[in-house]
C-alpha cells in the first residue's frame, strides 16, 4: 500500500496558481526526493502534506487514509524545516520531548525516546543546552532529533541541508542516508540542490512551475530525462544541447552538426533507438543531449559501445578538477563541455578527437522541449 | 561605543569638554523642576513664603508629606490622598495585566493565525491608537451606564482596557512578526493547540514587550486624569483626581509644601519606580524586533 499518496493536489493563493495538478504517490519506506529551482512550490507541497496549508483542490492519502482535511497532529507526520525551528526557551532535551509530551507519552517513555535520539544523533552531551548555544551543525541534528523522538508514519524533510556548510552537508547527507537505510522510514525530502537529490533517493520528483515534470528513480531521471528541463537540471555540469539537424542516413538517421569554418560534424544515429516520432523531424532542427561523460578521448575504448563516433574538436579551456577534467569546446552554435580522464595531457587552443557515446545520447524537440528518443 | 579609537588632539579634548558641559546643562535643567519640587515638599510653609524658590530647606520635615497622605483636604473631604493612591493601584493593576494579556493573544492570533481580513482587523486596531480621549467620554459614559458600571471601579478598569489593547496589540503584533512562523508550525506537527503554543513557545520570549507593554500601560493609566474624573465617583477616584482636588480646595492659606509632596512623590513614585527598575528592559524590548530580525 502507498504510504502516502497525492492525488491531483492544487494550491492557489489568491490569484497565483502554485500548485497545478501535483500527483504523487510512494511506498512505505521510500525516500522521495522533490527538487527543482527555488519557488516552484516544492515547500508549498510540503505544507500541503503536513497540513499546515489547506490544498485548494485535491487528495492526500497516508497509509490509505485521506487525510486532506485533517490537522497537522491528527497526521502523524514529523518535520525538519530549513531554519530548524528549535523553541528558542526550550532545552534541547526539552525540544525533543516535546512532541511527546503534547501526545501524553508517559514520562518514562519520553525519557527513554530522548535517550534514543541522542544516542542515535550522538548528541548526548547537548541535551541540556538551549539552541542559541549550538552551532548550526548541532542545529540541524537536533532538529532531526526532536522529528526521530515520534515514530510518525511519514517523514517531511524541507531542505535541512541547506543552511549547513559544504564539508558539513556532505557529512550530514551520508548520515541522513544511512539514517534511513537503518530505519527504513517513508521519506519526502525537499532540495534544491541536484547532488542531493542523486545521492539520497528512491524515487525523485522533479518540479518546475508548480507541475511534476518527472518521477522516477535517480537513474530514470538522469539517463531517461522527459524534456530539456529535467535534463539540464540533473547532472553538474548539466547536460550539453547541441543544435542539429535530422537527416535520412541509409536505412536511419544521422544528426549533422552544422560547423561554420570546417566540415559539418555528423554523427550517426544508433538504429536500435529508433523512435516512431523521429520521421517527423526529418529535415528539422533538433537538439541533440549529450552529458559531458558521453565524450572521451579517442584512445579509451568505451565498455559497451566499442566503436563510438569520432569526433573532432579545437578545445578552448582546460579545468582540472581533480579527479577528472573538464573541457570545452567550440562546436558549431555553442560550446560544449567534455570530461575526459585527469591523465589527458592537452592545452588550450589543440585539437582533439573525441569519442561520443551515441548510445546514450538523448533528442529533444527544438520547439517543445520535450523528449523525442 | 567606549572604544572607538580616536588621536587625543587638543582640539578634540576642547570638543569633548564643550559637549559634556552641553550635556550637563541640559540634565541640570531637566532636574531642576524635580529638585525644586522636592527641597519645597519638606519645608516649612514660614521658609517657603519667606525664602526662594531655590533656597535650601533650613528645618527639612516630612509633616507636609504626611499631611497629604493622612490629612489634606481634597474637595470636602479631609483624609489626604493615600486612600485615593491605593485606589489607583487597584484600577492599574488589573488594567495593566488585563490590556497586556489581551494585547499579547491578539498579537499572536493576527501574526500566527492569520485568517481572512486578520490585516483589516489590525488596521482598525492601530486606528485606536490615535482616537483622542476626549472624543469617546460621551459614548463611553452611556456604555457604562447600560453596563450597569457607571462611577465604578471595575467599569474605569473597563475603559483603560479598552483603550490599552489598540496600543498592546501593536506592541505584540511588531514583536511576534519578527519570531519566524516555522517555530508555530513546529508545534502544530507536535501536536501543541492554540493555546499551548502560546504559554510553551510564545510567551517565554515575550519578556522585552511584556516589559514595554506593563511600563507603557501602566504609566499611561497611573497618570490619566481625564477618564478618572469623567468616569469614577468620590471613593473610586485616582489619586490623580484627587490630586486635582488637593491643589484646587481652596480653604485656608494654600500649603506649597503639602501640594509638592502629594504631587510629585505620591502620584510620580510609582511611574517613576516602575521605569528606574524596568527601564533597561524597556528600552531593549522596543529594539528586540529589529536586532532579532
Ligand atoms: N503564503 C503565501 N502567499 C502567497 N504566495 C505564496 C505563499 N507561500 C508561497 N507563495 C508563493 O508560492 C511559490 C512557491 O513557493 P515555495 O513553495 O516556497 O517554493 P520553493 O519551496 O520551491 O522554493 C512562490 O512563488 C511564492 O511566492
Ligand atoms: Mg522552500
Redesign the interface.
Known amino acids: 500500500m502507498a504510504a502516502l499518496e497525492i492525488h491531483n493536489v492544487r494550491k492557489e493563493f489568491g490569484n497565483e496558481r502554485v500548485l497545478k495538478d501535483v500527483s504523487i504517490s510512494i511506498d512505505s519506506g521510500e525516500f522521495l526526493i522533490l527538487v527543482g529551482p527555488s519557488g516552484c512550490g516544492k515547500s508549498t507541497l510540503m505544507?500541503a502534506i503536513?497540513g499546515?496549508e489547506p490544498v485548494t483542490s485535491g487528495n492526500i492519502y497516508i497509509d490509505g487514509e485521506d487525510v486532506t482535511w485533517r490537522?497537522?497532529?491528527e497526521r502523524d507526520?514529523?518535520?525538519v524545516?530549513?531554519?530548524y525551528?528549535l523553541?528558542?526557551?526550550?532545552t534541547v532535551r526539552q525540544n525533543i520531548s516535546?512532541?511527546l509530551e503534547?501526545?501524553k507519552v508517559p514520562k518514562a517513555e519520553r525519557v527513554a525516546a530522548v535517550e534514543r535520539v541522542a544516542d542515535l544523533l550522538q548528541i548526548f552531551p547537548l541535551l541540556e543546552r538551549k539552541p542559541a548555544q549550538l552551532s548550526g551543525g548541532q542545529r540541524q541534528r537536533v532538529a532531526m532529533g526532536?522529528a526521530l523522538a515520534r515514530e510518525p508514519k511519514v517523514y517531511l524533510f524541507d531542505e535541512p541541508l541547506s543552511n549547513l556548510d559544504a564539508k558539513l552537508r556532505v557529512d550530514m547527507r551520508t548520515e541522513i542516508k544511512k539514517l534511513h537505510q537503518r530505519l527504513g522510514t517513508t521519506i519526502v525530502y525537499v532540495t534544491h540542490d541536484q547532488v542531493e537529490a542523486m545521492t539520497l533517493a528512491d524515487c525523485i520528483a522533479v518540479m518546475r512551475d508548480g507541475h511534476i515534470l518527472q518521477l522516477g528513480s535517480p537513474d530514470e531521471v538522469y539517463n531517461n530525462p522527459v524534456d530539456m528541463f529535467v535534463a539540464g537540471f540533473m547532472g553538474s555540469p548539466s547536460m550539453n544541447f547541441i543544435r542539429a539537424t535530422l537527416e535520412a542516413a541509409g536505412d536511419g538517421y544521422a544528426l549533422r552538426i552544422a560547423t561554420p569554418d570546417e566540415d559539418n560534424v555528423l554523427l550517426p544515429w544508433p538504429s536500435e533507438r529508433n523512435a516512431a516520432g523521429l520521421v517527423e523531424q526529418l529535415n528539422k532542427p533538433i537538439i541533440l543531449g549529450l552529458r559531458p561523460e558521453h565524450f572521451s578521448e579517442e584512445d579509451v575504448r568505451l565498455s559497451e559501445q566499442a566503436e563510438g563516433t569520432l569526433m573532432e574538436a579545437k578545445v578552448s579551456v582546460v579545468e582540472p578538477t581533480g579527479a577528472d577534467i573538464l573541457l570545452r569546446l567550440p562546436l558549431g552554435e555553442q560550446e560544449i563541455t567534455a570530461r575526459v580522464g585527469p591523465k589527458c595531457a592537452i592545452a588550450p587552443g589543440e585539437r582533439l578527437s573525441l569519442r561520443v557515446d551515441m548510445a546514450r545520447a538523448v533528442l529533444f524537440d527544438a520547439e517543445t522541449e520535450k523528449r523525442l528518443a | 561605543m567606549a572604544n572607538v579609537i580616536r588621536r587625543q588632539t587638543p582640539a578634540a579634548r576642547l570638543l569633548r569638554a564643550v559637549l559634556y558641559s552641553v550635556l550637563i546643562i541640559a540634565g541640570l535643567f531637566y532636574i531642576l523642576p524635580l529638585v525644586v519640587m522636592l527641597m519645597t515638599s519638606i519645608k516649612p510653609l514660614s521658609e517657603i513664603s519667606a525664602g526662594t524658590l531655590l533656597s535650601l530647606p533650613q528645618n527639612p520635615t516630612l509633616e507636609p508629606w504626611t499631611k497629604a497622605w493622612g490629612e489634606a483636604c481634597t474637595g470636602m473631604r479631609c483624609e489626604g490622598v493615600g486612600g485615593y493612591f491605593w485606589n489607583s493601584f487597584a484600577i492599574v493593576i488589573p488594567a495593566v495585566l488585563i490590556s497586556t494579556t489581551v494585547g499579547a493573544l491578539n498579537g499572536y492570533a493576527l501574526t500566527k493565525w492569520r485568517f481572512k481580513g486578520s490585516e483589516l482587523v489590525f488596521a482598525l486596531m492601530l486606528f485606536g491608537c490615535f482616537i483622542p480621549f476626549q472624543v469617546v467620554l460621551l459614548p463611553m459614559a452611556q456604555t457604562l451606564g447600560w453596563l450597569g458600571l457607571s462611577s465604578s471601579r471595575a467599569g474605569l478598569i473597563l475603559v483603560h482596557v479598552v483603550f490599552g489593547i489598540a496600543f498592546t496589540t501593536l506592541f505584540f503584533r511588531n514583536f511576534y512578526v519578527g519570531i519566524?512562523n516555522?517555530?508555530v508550525?513546529?508545534?502544530?506537527?507536535?501536536?501543541?493547540?492554540f493555546f499551548?503554543i502560546f504559554w510553551?513557545?510564545l510567551l517565554?520570549?515575550s519578556a522585552p514587550i511584556i516589559v514595554v507593554s506593563v511600563i507603557w500601560q501602566f504609566t499611561q493609566i497611573w497618570n490619566d486624569f481625564l477618564f478618572g474624573v469623567a468616569f469614577s465617583a468620590h471613593n473610586t477616584q485616582p489619586v490623580t483626581v484627587a490630586l486635582n482636588n488637593l491643589v484646587n480646595t481652596s480653604t485656608g492659606v494654600r500649603e506649597y509644601n503639602v501640594d509638592m509632596a502629594a504631587a510629585m512623590m505620591i502620584a510620580a513614585l510609582p511611574t517613576l519606580l516602575v521605569y528606574v527598575l524596568a527601564g533597561k528592559y524597556f528600552v531593549r524590548g522596543l529594539t528586540a524586533g529589529s536586532v532579532k530580525g
Open positions: 505544507n503536513a499546515l490537522t497537522p497532529a507526520i514529523a518535520m524545516f530549513q531554519s525551528a523553541y528558542p526557551s526550550m516535546f512532541g503534547m501526545r526532536r | 519566524p516555522e517555530l508550525s513546529a508545534a502544530k506537527l507536535d501536536g501543541a493547540g499551548r510553551r513557545i517565554p520570549v
